[in-house]
């Protein structure tokens, strides 16, 4: 006769069902996760991005996008890898920003504040608002170096604007209309052509490239394995740190 055994019924936890965003792209209504990214939205919702999207780490600019909250009626802007999604937000991506880049030769060009008047007029219509800086997805002080560069302060632009990856989210913002970021770029252009003092050892070595004096060497580097070129770098020559002199006293003396 056979045996019949009890089993204990074990009750297995309740998971909670996924939450869940409505979301509204290009006007087409979505469900997607919560808690993603605006681009990794678009992607569940079966967009295949082929432009308008780079390193998805916020440092290339390209996914700028344009957005709506439920029940707001402002525009916001941000970067598409950046910005989470919310329940009933609208948004929409744009190719780019209408902010026209001149061309110009930069260095036919003087490292003076009427050149970037000459090319960007409207840096005169800064009211100094502030947006620019505010919508900034990097933190850079932007409203900051548009003023050095009505000053003609080109090493101020350089590094207050170092950073800037010309997303193009400061344009939209602007109520003078002003391009910053190419703003921007053209004062780094003119100090590096025209005020950085020019490193004579780099020009020195890329005359030594061009008369050809490490053809052998790279000739020989072209051929070598993988583990060879990793073995070679692991066991070159490292030059000594050069050291500072501190105000007041020589490298040569004693602690």
Same mark, same amino acid.
Do not use: W
């Given at each position: !006769? ?40 678009? =992607? ?6 082929? #432009? ?11 996914? &700028?996008?344009? *957005?709506?909250?439920?029940? %707001? ?15 009933? !937000? ?6 780019? *920003?209408? $902010? ?13 504040? =009427? ?8 840096? &005169? ?15 850079? %002080?932007?409203? #900051?170096?548009?003023?050095? &560069? ?15 990856? $010309? ?13 910053? *970021? ?8 003119? *100090?590096? $052509? ?47 740190? =050069? ?13």
């Amino acid at each position: !006769m056979a045996r019949q055994e009890s089993l204990a019924v074990v009750k297995e936890p309740e998971t909670p069902a996924e939450e869940t965003a409505r979301i509204h792209i290009m006007g087409k209504s979505y469900v997607v996760p919560a808690g993603l990214t605006i681009l990794k939205a678009m =992607e569940y919702a079966g967009y295949r991005l082929v #432009r308008g999207v780079g390193c998805r780490g916020g440092f290339c600019g390209a996914c &700028a996008t344009v *957005y709506r909250k439920a029940g %707001d009626f402002r525009l916001y802007v941000g970067l598409a890898c950046q910005t989470g999604i919310a329940d009933g !937000m609208y948004l929409t991506q744009i190719p780019f *920003y209408p $902010a026209p880049k001149p061309l110009y030769d930069i260095h036919r060009l003087s490292a003076g504040g =009427e050149t970037i008047f000459r090319f960007f007029p409207e840096v &005169a219509r800064c009211i100094q608002c502030n947006t620019c800086t505010k919508v900034c997805p990097q933190g850079l %002080d932007v409203m #900051r170096y548009i003023a050095a &560069a009505q000053q003609g302060d080109f090493k101020r632009v350089a590094e207050l604007s170092f950073d800037c990856i $010309a997303c193009g989210l400061c344009v939209s913002r602007c109520p003078g209309e002003i391009a910053h *970021y190419h703003v921007g770029l053209l004062a780094r252009r003119l *100090y590096a $052509a025209h005020l950085t003092p020019k490193a004579i050892h780099l020009r020195t070595r890329l005359g030594e490239i061009q008369e050809g004096r490490f053809s052998k060497e790279v000739e020989t580097f072209c051929k070598m394995d993988r583990q060879s070129l990793q073995r070679l770098y692991a066991q070159r020559a490292i030059e000594p740190e =050069e050291e500072v002199a501190l105000p007041g006293k020589s490298n040569s003396d004693e602690d």
